[in-house]
């Protein structure tokens, strides 16, 4: 097992993934390519559910965050797991029901929806929005009077912690973008506008603080000051908040250097102490609804690419040269995220080669990783970086006009496209000659 259980190394020394070759893989399907394993993500899925109904009530829901990996086969995946989704986008609401998935199990996010995305929405049926702000809720009130309907939804609140993870993942802070603050005294103020609100249904509230998080502590924090917030709602306006939504945010393991996460007893732990505070609180336990992303899709997959090139600049760097880069992986360029690469056809060899693997663009920051620790490379090779099955493809874009690449899902010795590679026809269909 290489960092993840999926990942092995076979007799011919190859890398496989869900018990399949990588180098057969990329002979057959060719690179760059991602590849997932879908027996992790239904069993994550399989998990947080398990967890979540056994510890806080049977009513619990995790939802799907989809902006982590988007495409229709996935909806198709949460919706058979019994999971709900959170869609941010018209785009990822298309996507959804493309694949059928029940429109009432839909949370409906975003901090600017258009009037275009809510017409939309509501014309899908979909069951919750997640209010932003007070234009959005005077936009949403505004259609559901108009189409004589009641909108189900929640207020995106900014519980104002840090939960010490990278700057550009922290969502929960007073100054974000995103939600009502607390402090501020505007969460309050939305509060009562939801509650006299024509068209509208205020069933409860959402927080996420951010992402790539792996203790419970700043969930127990966050929890406590939403709990609290719906205790002070329950004082100030006799109103009962049904359900409190937690957001996603639990960590995954890209390097040996990172933590292990068991999401079961995380979710236990949550739900232990979250009793407490609303008991404490004097206020009935709401319905917890959560929103995993990365931790449900990350580690089902990794990217599959031929070195082109191997340089060494004596003195100074080795840089692997791939044919793939930051329009399918920009993380790195992103936030400096650390990765597993390894030369896949030689994955058994030791890794004490030190590389930078650079993508093919022309961008001194198109890497995906320096200085890393991987096997001795040449033209040829099939190099793999493990852990990219979220904010990968979703994040994946056509810069110097790279088409991007195929999903492919292993499953019990069988490997299938669920995403087609794009071809240069694709990507120059919309433009006008
Ligand atoms: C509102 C919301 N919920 C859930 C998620 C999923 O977070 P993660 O992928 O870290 O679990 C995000 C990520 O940005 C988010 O913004």
């Not at 996603?248 to 232990?272: F, Q």
């Not at 994946?396 to 899902?409: E, F, K």
């Given at each position: 097992?290489?960092?993840?259980?999926t990942?092995?190394?076979?007799?011919?020394?190859?890398?496989?993934?869900g018990?399949?070759?990588?180098?057969?893989?990329?002979?057959?399907?060719?690179?760059?390519?991602?590849?997932?394993?879908?027996?992790?993500?239904?069993?994550?899925?399989r998990?947080?559910?398990?967890?979540?109904?056994?510890?806080?009530s049977?009513?619990?829901l995790?939802?799907y965050?989809?902006?982590?990996?988007c495409?229709?086969?996935?909806?198709?995946?949460?919706?058979?797991?019994?999971?709900?989704?959170?869609?941010?986008?018209?785009?990822?609401?298309?996507?959804?029901?493309?694949?059928g998935?029940?429109?009432?199990?839909?949370?409906?996010?975003g901090?600017?929806?258009?009037?275009?995305?809510?017409k939309d929405?509501m014309?899908?049926?979909?069951?919750t929005?997640?209010?932003?702000?007070?234009?959005?809720?005077?936009?949403l009130s505004?259609?559901?009077?108009?189409?004589?309907?009641?909108?189900?939804?929640?207020?995106?609140?900014?519980?104002?912690?840090?939960?010490?993870?990278?700057?550009?993942?922290?969502?929960?802070?007073v100054?974000?973008k995103?939600?009502?603050a607390?402090?501020?005294?505007?969460?309050?103020?939305?509060?009562?506008?939801?509650?006299?609100?024509?068209?509208i249904?205020?069933?409860g509230?959402?927080?996420h603080?951010?992402?790539?998080?792996f203790?419970?502590?700043?969930?127990?924090e966050?929890?406590?000051?939403?709990?609290?917030?719906?205790a002070?709602?329950?004082?100030?306006?006799s109103?009962?908040?049904?359900?409190?939504n937690?957001?996603?945010?639990?960590?995954v393991?890209?390097?040996?250097?990172?933590?292990?996460i068991?999401?079961?007893?995380?979710?236990?732990?949550?739900?232990?102490?979250?009793?407490t505070?609303a008991?404490?609180?004097?206020?009935k336990?709401?319905?917890?609804?959560?929103?995993?992303g990365?931790?449900?899709?990350?580690?089902?997959?990794?990217?599959?690419?031929t070195?082109?090139?191997?340089?060494?600049?004596?003195g100074f760097?080795?840089?692997?040269?791939?044919?793939?880069?930051?329009?399918?992986?920009?993380?790195?360029?992103?936030?400096?995220s650390?990765?597993?690469a390894?030369i896949?056809n030689?994955?058994?060899?030791?890794?004490?080669?030190k590389?930078?693997?650079a993508?093919?663009?022309?961008?001194?920051?198109?890497?995906?990783?320096?200085d890393?620790?991987i096997?001795?490379?040449?033209?040829?090779?099939?190099?793999?970086v493990?852990?990219?099955?979220?904010?990968?493809?979703s994040?994946?874009?056509?810069?110097?006009?790279?088409?991007?690449p195929?999903v492919?899902m292993?499953k019990?010795?069988?490997?299938r496209?669920?995403?087609?590679?794009e071809?240069y026809?694709?990507?120059?269909a919309?433009?006008?000659?």
């Amino acid at each position: 097992m290489i960092i993840h259980e999926t990942f092995n190394i076979n007799d011919k020394g190859h890398l496989t993934i869900g018990g399949m070759d990588t180098v057969e893989l990329a002979e057959k399907f060719g690179t760059p390519a991602y590849i997932l394993d879908e027996n992790v993500i239904r069993n994550n899925c399989r998990t947080y559910l398990k967890a979540a109904t056994e510890h806080f009530s049977e009513d619990a829901l995790p939802l799907y965050a989809s902006k982590a990996l988007c495409f229709a086969g996935i909806y198709k995946i949460a919706a058979e797991e019994g999971m709900g989704v959170d869609c941010v986008s018209g785009g990822e609401l298309y996507t959804a029901r493309l694949a059928g998935f029940p429109a009432e199990k839909i949370y409906f996010h975003g901090n600017n929806k258009t009037d275009r995305d809510i017409k939309d929405a509501m014309d899908m049926g979909v069951g919750t929005f997640v209010v932003d702000n007070l234009d959005e809720l005077e936009a949403l009130s505004g259609e559901a009077s108009a189409r004589g309907v009641v909108q189900r939804i929640l207020l995106r609140i900014t519980p104002g912690i840090d939960p010490h993870t990278h700057r550009a993942v922290v969502t929960g802070n007073v100054d974000s973008k995103f939600g009502s603050a607390i402090v501020t005294g505007q969460a309050m103020e939305i509060v009562k506008k939801a509650i006299s609100a024509k068209g509208i249904r205020l069933a409860g509230l959402h927080c996420h603080i951010g992402s790539q998080i792996f203790d419970v502590e700043p969930f127990a924090e966050a929890a406590d000051i939403m709990i609290r917030f719906i205790a002070d709602t329950k004082k100030e306006c006799s109103y009962e908040i049904e359900e409190l939504n937690l957001g996603g945010g639990l960590g995954v393991r890209y390097t040996e250097d990172d933590p292990t996460i068991d999401y079961s007893s995380a979710i236990k732990n949550m739900a232990d102490i979250i009793k407490t505070y609303a008991l404490s609180n004097g206020i009935k336990m709401p319905r917890i609804i959560l929103e995993p992303g990365r931790s449900l899709v990350a580690a089902s997959g990794l990217t599959l690419y031929t070195v082109g090139s191997v340089k060494e600049i004596t003195g100074f760097k080795n840089y692997i040269s791939v044919d793939g880069g930051m329009p399918d992986n920009p993380r790195y360029a992103l936030y400096q995220s650390r990765y597993t690469a390894l030369i896949a056809n030689r994955a058994s060899e030791p890794a004490d080669y030190k590389a930078t693997i650079a993508g093919r663009c022309c961008e001194s920051g198109d890497l995906l990783g320096e200085d890393m620790l991987i096997q001795k490379a040449k033209r040829g090779d099939t190099l793999a970086v493990l852990v990219t099955g979220a904010y990968n493809y979703s994040m994946a874009s056509n810069y110097n006009r790279l088409p991007r690449p195929p999903v492919i899902m292993v499953k019990d010795g069988e490997a299938r496209v669920a995403v087609k590679r794009e071809t240069y026809e694709d990507i120059t269909a919309n433009d006008v000659i």
